[in-house]
């Protein structure tokens, strides 16, 4: 080395000033992670000593070792940057961002998450961002690139129960847990929407391929038909209906009286009971100036209607009783906890199973005493009414639930982006690096590890300050805010 060849720079020098200091935070002492910090920078330190020249010059012998080695430490050097960048990127992870499509006052959701974080393993979290909102109040576009689904939430335009409610804001949802309908009698199809989330890959709760067959009924009367034709009627008691496509073929009724419900409607909407043969032809007529399809079951002269209902792995049996033949929809109705029987659980358990699997639904289920027969009429999914009685718990349960898959979900990114890494990894050692010795990949390998340690710990502190200052915030607003009357969902 001549003497006007000033060294390169150390490792450490080139540097200097992209070393991550942690914040202040609420569950680590600030001052011992400084110190792990400096120390673990200190201790595995790496220079290097080649002159300008020299490198010039051995880097125009590709095929000496030493062109070798200037190689490996410069790509060494690349890898380095590179993790550093990644360690920053890390540190400023953003929240879980969870859409809850619930337009009722009746629960909170932003109450129900407060305070939980999604645990992707022991060093890392993160916290559960939550938005609420109606079909109503929810428009969004799908972009082919990392933008994503990027969702502008209305102001409310029901009475709000948050404070973020009063206003518009834009919100790009990792998850999304809908509890409204997304098609009903009233035209309120909101299918675009969730054509948008299934585009970008946004995950649902349920799936989004379960929701679009379930809002119609002759596709989900079919798989359960399709069950009691493996399990046989005596293990799995369906109803049997008669499919009309349109009124033109609804000549000959198909035995009074019957119950016969027009397209795909819920809650009691769209049913009616048909009792001779010149109400069905009256209802006939009707039909025939509408575009719907129409079925017609018998009717049951039951005692009690029992809904089945299932959240993730809990299941839960009412047995609900009324004055009107329209359980659902008249008044007066008597409602009790019921024993979950085998006959049950196997039933909803079974049912669950279709379009791929749903984490929320309920059958409903009519008995009647005379012959102690049980008759399954249908099986509803994510947007079942909860008891009122029951509905904080069956929330949280849905919250629970909604938790599990979020952790799933982040826990299977994170193995898939570490498969990846690994494999990047290998193919740059195997092709960059065939000269490189133990000790310079144990060196690396020490220094990416503890680095990657030290983002953790700081993105995780970053993290917490964040959560905690939100929360303040939110406990602030809510404390001069005033919740809405209950409404229950219908059943």
């Known amino acids: 080395m001549s003497s006007g060849d ?30 792990a910090e400096q120390s673990a920078i200190t201790d595995v330190s790496v220079t290097s000593e080649v002159s300008d020249d020299q490198g010039k010059t051995e880097s125009t012998e590709p095929g000496t070792a030493s062109g070798a080695i200037d190689m490996s430490e410069e790509q060494r050097q690349i890898l380095l940057e590179k993790q550093l960048r990644e360690d920053a990127e890390a ?18 959701w932003y109450g129900l998450f407060q305070n939980h ?61 809908v509890r409204n309908t997304v098609s009903n009698l009233l035209k309120t199809n909101c299918l675009n929407l969730l054509f948008g989330f299934r585009v970008a890959g946004i995950p649902c709760v349920n799936s989004a391929d379960s929701m679009l067959l379930c809002t119609h009924r002759p596709w989900v009367y079919a798989a359960l038909r399709d069950i009691e034709r493996r399990l046989g009627h005596d293990q799995f008691p369906l109803i049997h209906a008669t499919y009309y496509p349109t009124a033109s073929e609804m000549i000959i009724d198909p035995g009074l009286p019957a119950v016969v419900k027009i397209g795909s409607t819920h809650a009691g909407l769209g049913k009616m009971m048909i009792k001779d043969t ?50 659902n929809r008249g008044f007066g109705t008597l409602e009790e906890d019921a024993e979950v029987t085998e006959a049950f659980r196997r039933w909803v358990t079974e049912a669950a199973k279709v379009f791929g699997g749903l984490d929320i639904c309920a059958l409903d289920v009519l008995y009647r005493e005379s012959d102690n027969s049980y008759h399954i009429l249908e099986l509803n999914d994510t947007s079942i009414g909860l008891s009122p009685r029951l509905e904080q718990e069956d929330s949280e349960r849905i919250r629970d639930l909604v938790m599990d898959k979020i952790n799933c979900l982040l826990a299977s990114r994170a193995n898939e982006e570490a498969a990846a890494s690994q494999a990047a990894g290998v193919a740059t050692g195997s092709a ?52 809405a009357p209950r409404q229950c969902n219908v059943m």
């Open 432 to 483: 960059t690096r065939p000269e490189a010795s133990t000790d310079d990949d144990a060196a690396t390998s020490e220094v990416a590890a503890l680095k990657l340690k030290i983002s953790k710990l700081t993105a995780k502190n970053e993290q917490l300050e964040q959560q905690r200052a939100r929360l303040e915030a939110d406990n602030a607003a809510l404390s001069q805010h005033q919740p």
């Open 91 to 108: 540190a400023k992870a953003q929240p879980f961002r969870l859409l809850v499509i619930d337009s009722t006052a009746a629960v909170s």
């Open 278 to 327: 010149e109400r069905w032809d009256d209802l006939r007529s009707v039909i025939a100036v509408h575009d719907d399809f129409a079925t017609a079951e018998p009717f049951v002269e039951y005692d009690a209607d029992y809904r089945v209902q299932k959240i993730g792995d809990h299941i839960r049996v009412l047995k609900r009783q009324s004055i009107h033949w329209k359980v």
């Open 117 to 177: 974080v999604a645990v992707i393993d022991a060093d890392t979290v993160r916290p559960i961002q939550v938005e609420q909102a109606g079909w109503d109040d929810v428009t969004l576009t799908s972009y082919p690139d990392s933008s994503g689904c990027v969702c502008i939430l209305t102001k409310s335009s029901t009475a709000p129960i948050h404070p973020n409610q009063s206003k518009q804001r834009s919100f790009k949802p990792d998850l999304v847990l």
């Open 6 to 35: 000033a060294p390169a720079p150390t490792t450490d020098q080139q540097h200097e000033g992209q070393t991550v200091t942690p914040q202040a935070q609420a569950s680590i002492d600030a001052a011992t992670v400084a110190a």
